[in-house]
């Protein structure tokens, strides 16, 4: 029993460091460009990548809000910490970060 235990935390334990791994690419957004003459300005809006510094995972019942509320985050800041996350779409035992630094 015990290492089915450990082999379970285990494979939770990888699967949060290979989801964390996935969300730490750095993004750049283009965004309109103005042109006058031959001349053209872009803006690129650069998001830091997020250290997840604590974790938890979906129970039955849960939703995306009620996981921020009662970790104290607003649904903002609790999507930020998860930018891949499909709220409609969450599963029991799946791992969330309510707690992010950027790197």
């Given at each position: 029993m015990a290492n089915h235990a450990a082999a379970a935390l285990l494979m939770a334990s990888l699967l949060v460091a290979v989801t964390?791994?996935?969300?730490?690419?750095?993004?750049?957004?283009?965004?309109?460009?103005?042109?006058?003459?031959?001349?053209?300005?872009?803006?690129?809006k650069t998001v830091p990548a997020l250290t997840c510094n604590k974790v938890r995972g979906f129970q039955t019942g849960d939703t995306c809000f009620d996981v921020a509320q009662g970790a104290g985050l607003t649904q903002a800041q609790f999507l930020s910490f998860n930018p891949n996350l499909n709220c409609l779409k969450v599963f029991v035992g799946q791992w969330v970060c309510l707690d992010a630094s950027s790197v």
């Open positions: 964390l791994a996935d969300a730490r690419i750095t993004l750049q957004v283009h965004g309109g460009s103005m042109k006058e003459g031959n001349a053209a300005m872009t803006f690129v």
